[in-house]
Nanobody, 127 residues
């Protein structure tokens, strides 16, 4: 059964860094578009960084551009989100997602229309 499992969330001080991971099970990751999304309390889920199938196109939301980086290790079937210069407003539950379609990276982040989702991992930025 296809499944995504996030790990690596936690508490970090403002200005700090955190790397969260997403392990894929029964998903042929090289052929999938992937993305990271987040949802803060009382807010809509936001697509923050997405990569299309094949990994040659990426979209970053303005709120994270220059601070967050997506990467993937297809052999390990893992997607990573490196987060630097964290701010209190980055506090949210972070979700990874994957889809077998061939749409653009920005389409996936803006539509949130992906087939597979992880359960989420909490990231809290606080002093």
């Amino acid at each position: 059964q296809a499944q995504l499992v996030e790990s690596g969330g936690g508490l970090v001080r403002p200005g700090g860094s955190l790397n969260v991971s997403c392990s894929a099970f029964s998903i042929a990751l090289p052929n999938y578009a992937v993305g990271w999304f987040r949802q803060a309390p009382a807010k809509e889920r936001e697509g923050i960084v997405c990569e299309n199938s094949g990994g040659y196109s990426r979209y970053y939301a303005d709120s994270v551009k220059g601070r967050f980086t997506i990467s993937r290790d297809d052999l390990k079937k893992t997607i990573y989100l490196q987060m630097n210069s964290l701010k209190p407003e980055d506090t949210a539950v972070y979700y990874c997602a994957a889809d077998s379609g061939l749409f653009s990276a920005d389409y996936y982040c803006k539509s949130r229309n992906l087939n597979y989702w992880g359960q989420g991992t909490q990231v809290t930025v606080s002093s």
